[in-house]
């Protein structure tokens, strides 16, 4: 997290401009929210929830289950959706996406952790 941190202030300008940023970036993003995923699936599987049918309904599990809460869903479930993007459809990363994930959203992966932790403990 300390990593991509230090891009929270890159305009699109900058990322736009620099392929080795982007891909520090897209790449440190996408094991970000594989990890979350991760730490779901196994809260999930102990737990004997559903099984979740995509990387998303992960999430929605997860709400389901008042583990997280709706916003929080939603987020993670965009976050997911991303993912997809980066791993799948890479010729159609939005920039001005990725720059607005980093100045705004990566509270959002230190919200989810606080709520999973709750669970864990």
């Not at 196994?42 to 998303?56: C, F, L, N, Q, V």
């Not at 791993?87 to 939005?94: A, G, M, Q």
Request: glycine fraction near 0%; charged fraction near 30%; include cysteine.
């Amino acid at each position: 997290m300390k990593q991509i941190q230090e891009y929270s202030a890159i305009t699109v300008k900058e990322y736009s401009r620099d392929w080795k940023i982007q891909r520090i970036i897209e790449r440190t993003l996408q094991m970000m929210i594989e990890l979350c995923v991760d730490i779901a699936n196994h809260i999930i599987a102990d737990k004997k929830y559903r099984i979740p049918t995509s990387y998303s309904d992960t999430f929605q599990v997860l709400e389901e289950e008042d583990i997280i809460s709706k916003k929080q869903y939603k987020t993670m479930k965009n976050m997911a959706q991303f993912r997809n993007i980066i791993v799948h459809h890479y010729d159609k990363i939005d920039e001005a996406i990725v720059v607005n994930i980093l100045r705004r959203n990566l509270k959002d992966f230190f919200e989810y952790r606080d709520s999973v932790l709750k669970i864990i403990k």
